[in-house]
């Protein structure tokens, strides 16, 4: 017998938008999901075939249309019957526009940059830095030779 109604969290899981259910209740719970015109929902919230679920994760406001309802995890191939992706054009530019930016801001105290961020910071100042000298002077201003 199928369901008429799943929760909301549930169904964000079992349909790969997020990895855990439990990332999906935070979402949920910090306002980042949203059923229709509603701003925000809790993660009990029922939701319907035909829903249009929007769901935020920064930069872009992603929408999808319900089209069937599970409570179980779904392979990445069957995704397509359970949801229509229907984000509007100008929020997939927006993040094509970060993804081109290539530099990733990164909020303060997220940890260590990694590799790439590190060589790409090292280049960076390197290229401020680098004048054909090492940035030290020490004969200048000093008579280093014996007056012997």
């Known amino acids: 017998?199928?369901?008429?109604?799943?929760?909301?969290?549930?169904?964000?899981?079992?349909?790969?938008?997020?990895?855990?259910?439990?990332?999906?209740?935070?979402?949920?719970?910090?306002?980042?999901?949203?059923?229709?015109?509603?701003?925000?929902?809790?993660?009990?919230?029922?939701?319907?075939?035909?829903?249009?679920?929007?769901?935020?994760?920064?930069?872009?406001?992603?929408?999808?249309r319900v089209l069937a309802l599970t409570e179980n995890r779904l392979g990445a191939r069957l995704v397509p019957e359970y949801m229509e992706n229907i984000t509007p054009q100008e929020q997939l530019d927006l993040l094509e526009v970060v993804k081109i930016s290539g530099f990733v801001e990164r909020r303060k105290g997220l940890g260590r940059p990694t590799k790439r961020e590190a060589r790409d910071l090292s280049k960076f100042t390197g290229d401020i830095y680098d004048d054909g000298s090492d940035g030290w002077d020490f004969d200048e201003g000093w008579d280093l030779e014996d007056d012997e």
């Open 1 to 64: 017998m199928a369901k008429s109604e799943v929760r909301i969290d549930k169904w964000l899981w079992a349909v790969r938008i997020f990895k855990t259910r439990t990332v999906a209740t935070e979402a949920c719970k910090k306002g980042r999901v949203a059923i229709g015109e509603a701003e925000a929902v809790k993660p009990s919230r029922t939701i319907k075939v035909g829903d249009v679920v929007r769901v935020r994760k920064s930069p872009v406001t992603y929408s999808f």
